[in-house]
């Protein structure tokens, strides 16, 4: 079972999880939050720009690559897109197995993965309406390839 | 053929998309950017610095020097930030 969605709106990350813990031993999962500041000052929003078409076929390709590699039962990945505010929900990544190791590692390869190869690209929105583009952090690229 | 910009490419170049028949002599998507900066004023900002411009071509990742080939859609944008 395999769920891509990218969308404005909100998900329910317990209809979800409760859909991918059908057949299965254990369900992972990991939900990216909007920070309330970035830099040391205070976040208004963040604005999520995404390359339609593309996405979606990123994504189904990550998917394709944590199924051929780990024992899943059920993979979800939902990406919301737009203008979302502190608190708010921006990707669910979730994954189910027999045993909890295959769903660990691959909850934790998507995400790493989704953030150097899926093409988003985040705004941050402060309170004095001044706004500026997200740099891409050489953390996440090193995160991304220890999995290779 | 089709060109998309994104994030603050689109910004700086002032649309998300256009369409364009570059010369016979553009056969990768380096030489794109030298042929669309030479327009100048946001283009000419948009593409200042090659080392933070990322393409995709048909809708895959590709390396600025790739071949462009027969591409019906070409995309130009900054390091991908998602998650």
Redesign the interface.
């Known amino acids: 079972m395999r769920k891509i969605a990218v969308q404005p709106g909100d998900f329910d990350a317990n209809a979800e999880l409760a859909a991918l813990s059908a057949n299965a031993g254990g369900v992972a999962s990991f939900i ?1 939050v909007v920070r309330g500041d970035a830099g040391g000052r205070a976040l208004a929003a963040l604005r ?4 339609p ?2 996405t979606e ?1 990123a994504l189904e390709r990550l998917a394709e690559a944590a199924e051929a590699r780990w024992a899943l039962s059920g993979c979800t990945i939902i ?1 919301r897109i737009g203008r979302l505010t502190p608190g708010q929900n ?2 669910l990544v979730a994954t189910s197995s027999r045993h909890r190791a295959d769903a660990l590692a691959a909850t934790a390869y998507l ?1 790493d993965q ?10 941050e929105e402060f309170a004095d309406g001044t706004a500026h ?4 952090r050489e953390s ?1 690229e090193t995160a991304a390839k220890a999995w290779l | 053929m089709r060109i998309l910009y994104f994030a603050w490419l689109r910004e700086k170049i002032g649309q998300g998309e256009e369409v364009f028949t570059p010369p016979a002599s553009v056969t990768t998507p380096r030489q794109l950017i030298a042929c669309l900066r030479q327009r100048g004023g946001g283009y000419a900002a948009a593409f200042a610095n090659e080392a933070l411009i990322r393409c995709a071509i048909g809708q895959e990742f590709q390396p600025l020097d790739a071949p462009l080939g027969a591409a019906g859609e070409i995309a130009f944008f900054p390091p991908v930030t998602g998650g």
């Open positions: 990216g999520l720009e995404h390359y078409g593309m076929k990406h921006i990707v995400i989704l953030k150097t190869s899926a093409p988003f690209w985040k705004a583009w997200v740099e891409a996440d």
